[in-house]
């Protein structure tokens, strides 16, 4: 099999002869190809390069193409940049969205045109050709409508919105959910075989909120995804995401995105069978703190709680974005093990 056809395998239930692997790897990738994370965000023939670079020396069976999580709230007007060329891009200034006129001003999503969303094309285009059809792309279309309205607001003003006026928030995600489906749809369209989404912020709400804002928002965002392109959608929310994973399993998502915090033998036996499972290794206390040997170790635990539970739709992942300092022993370590 090559590297894409097992991870396509892997999604499909079947289980290849060899475990696949997709670190979740982004500005490690410009670190390794000597790229500031200011050139990386900005130039899609750095991004690119940085993904290619990363490929060639580690060879994953995934390879992920993602600048920050604010491609599309710059898309949306929101102002963004960054404090210094090693410091990733950020928002600036004041919130863009603080009334309902506000939301009413937003734009339609046009992805050939508004901030970054063209770069980001670019740069998926340019892997895709200079990989061929050999390796998975993971494209991500940034976030899902209830983080990326706290991006646009501000985290601590949407979850007292959420308290004192809901449909406020509801009425803002759902312009969200426009560009977020535009985006992935277009990512698609250039050639990436898996789209991404990220909802941290909502693990903030606890479940019972999650299930009555976020997920609903979710499902719209996957459904239209996966209507538009085919392709399979994943979700992810970082750390403790166990109280959720039941909500997070009937969103839609073809794959979840575990953390590290959460049990993956528990994640296995909650998501069920249907649902591919990607991590979930610490990317902070095994991988750029551990040694080759606890990297090993803390894999196969990984590839054993799987197997334990019956659970064939698996890839081998960090649980988060791969630490710029994650020393390349540790990433051999993980990737260049039959498991």
């Known amino acids: 099999m090559t590297p894409r056809e097992r991870v396509a395998a892997a999604l499909r239930g079947e289980r290849p002869s ?9 500005h490690f990738c410009a670190a390794l190809a000597g790229y500031s994370l200011r050139e990386y965000s900005t130039s899609a023939r750095a991004l690119a390069e940085s993904v290619l670079r990363y490929h060639e020396r580690f060879r994953p069976d995934a390879v992920w193409i993602s600048a920050d999580t604010w491609v599309s709230a710059e898309a949306m007007g929101t102002r963004v940049g960054a404090t210094g060329n090693d410091q990733p891009l950020g928002g600036l200034g004041e919130p863009l969205i603080r009334t309902p006129t506000d939301i009413d001003r937003l734009p339609a999503p046009e992805v050939n045109r508004q901030g970054r969303y063209p770069m980001m094309l670019e740069a998926v285009g340019r892997v895709v050709e200079a990989l061929g059809r050999e390796v998975c792309v993971v494209a991500c279309f940034d976030q899902y409508p209830f983080s990326l309205a706290a991006a646009l607001m501000g985290l601590d003003a949407i979850m007292l919105r959420v308290e004192d006026d809901p449909a406020f928030v509801l009425a803002l995600m759902e312009r969200c959910a426009e560009f977020a489906v535009a985006y992935g749809t277009a990512l698609a369209a250039a050639g990436a075989d898996v789209l991404s989404g990220g909802d941290s912020p909502a693990g903030l709400l606890g479940p019972r909120r999650y299930e009555a804002i976020a997920q609903p928002a979710e499902h719209r965002v996957i459904s239209a995804l996966k209507a538009a392109t085919g392709k399979p959608v994943s979700l ?22 575990v953390d590290h915090a959460v049990d993956l033998a528990t994640a296995c036996r909650t998501v069920g069978p249907r649902v591919t499972l990607w991590g979930n290794l610490d990317p902070v206390g095994v991988l750029a703190e551990g040694t080759p040997e606890t990297v090993r170790a803390a894999a196969l ?25 994650t020393p ?4 051999d370590a993980l990737l260049r093990n039959a498991l």
């Open 236 to 257: 992810h929310i970082c750390g403790n995401a166990t109280r959720l994973l039941p909500a997070m399993s009937s969103s839609g998502a073809d794959i979840l995105e």
């Open 328 to 331: 390349a022993a540790n990433l």
């Open 301 to 325: 635990k990984a590839v054993d709680a799987a197997r334990a539970n019956g659970h064939s739709r698996f890839v081998l992942s960090s649980g988060c974005t791969l630490a710029v300092g």
């Open 18 to 26: 060899q475990v696949p692997t997709g670190p979740l790897a982004v």
